[in-house]
């Protein structure tokens, strides 16, 4: 009898009862690894292409920017020369305008000089002269201060007289009553003392001429009309027309206040002088009316 080439083994148990279910189970998950390391492939495989096509394309764009790149560097490297070369023309320009600028400030300098030179000369010239000159006027104005002082006292010799007569013209002023009975303040009977009546501010005083005519004559706020003149006598005759009345003064002196009311206020008529068909005088009337 011979010896089997391998030990002897016993059987294997028999399997549980469970066993199929179990292998079902490993089978299904063997099936399904499978499946999932399938789609795992092509979704490498896709990947791969993907990349590839990915890979072609970034290299062409590469490819455009290395030929855009040298077109652009060529373009700049050109621009840079065309700079280059403006800037030392531009360079060559400036030295020479600077010269010229320094050859024109010398010779400007040069010229100006020589005018304020000659300048400084002609002024000592006239320097010269005009000290002559201004003592020569000196002795002018000298003279002609002496005859100002003489002329100033002259003149405080007339302001004294002029003072002396208006004193005289203030007494000469007088309060005289009108034909009305009425005192109501100073009369004047020359120009002199108009001047004076209105100087003191009492009253208005409007100076009027008639001559002898058919029309009225306006005199501040009246109307006047002379009907006659008896030039030997100084006496006249006039026609008034006030506050919308018409009065007649006749036979009428020089001097004469012809009194009169304008709403409650009295106005006074004073004839200086008389001559043919011609007196003058003042017309006087209150600062305010009295209404």
């Known amino acids: 009898m011979s010896t089997p080439p391998y030990p002897y083994a016993p059987p294997p148990p028999p399997p549980p009862a469970n066993s199929s279910l179990k292998t079902a189970l490993a089978a299904g998950a063997i099936v399904a690894s499978l499946a999932a390391n399938g789609f795992l492939l092509y979704q490498v495989h896709d990947l791969r292409n993907d990349t590839a096509h990915n890979r072609e394309i970034m290299q062409n764009e590469i490819d455009t920017i290395k030929e855009n790149?040298?077109?652009?560097?060529?373009?700049?490297?050109?621009?840079?020369?065309?700079?280059?070369?403006?800037?030392?023309?531009?360079?060559?320009?400036?030295?020479?305008?600077?010269?010229?600028?320094?050859?024109?400030?010398?010779?400007?300098?040069?010229?100006?000089?020589?005018?304020?030179?000659?300048?400084?000369q002609k002024s000592s010239q006239q320097l010269t002269s005009s000290i002559k000159d201004v003592g020569q006027k000196a002795d002018a104005a000298n003279a002609r201060v002496s005859d100002v002082n003489n002329d100033v006292a002259g003149v405080k010799t007339d302001l004294a007289s002029t003072k002396t007569d208006l004193n005289q013209t203030k007494s000469d002023l007088k309060k005289v009553s009108g034909d009305l009975g009425v005192t109501s303040g100073f009369?004047?009977?020359?120009?002199?003392?108009?001047?004076?009546?209105?100087?003191?501010?009492?009253?208005?005083?409007?100076?009027f001429s008639l001559k002898k005519q058919?029309?009225?004559?306006?005199?501040?706020?009246?109307?006047?009309?002379?009907?006659?003149?008896?030039?030997k006598k100084n006496k006249f005759t006039m026609v008034l027309i006030a506050d919308d009345k018409t009065v007649e003064k006749k036979d009428r002196n020089v001097n004469e206040p012809l009194q009169f009311y304008v709403?409650?206020?009295?106005?006074?008529?004073?004839?200086?002088?008389?001559?043919?068909d011609q007196i003058t005088g003042y017309l006087s009337t209150p600062k305010y009316q009295n209404r």
């Not at 280059?84 to 400030?105: H, P």
């Not at 709403?263 to 043919?276: H, I, M, R, T």
């Open 214 to 231: 058919k029309n009225m004559q306006r005199v501040g706020d009246i109307s006047l009309r002379l009907e006659k003149s008896d030039q």
């Open 187 to 207: 009369v004047a009977t020359n120009g002199k003392e108009i001047e004076e009546l209105r100087r003191r501010g009492e009253r208005n005083i409007v100076e």
């Open 263 to 276: 709403a409650k206020s009295l106005y006074e008529v004073v004839v200086n002088s008389v001559g043919k």
């Open 69 to 120: 790149t040298t077109v652009t560097t060529a373009s700049q490297r050109k621009t840079a020369e065309e700079l280059r070369e403006e800037l030392e023309n531009r360079s060559r320009q400036s030295l020479q305008a600077a010269s010229q600028a320094k050859r024109e400030a010398l010779t400007y300098t040069e010229e100006q000089t020589k005018r304020l030179a000659d300048e400084q």
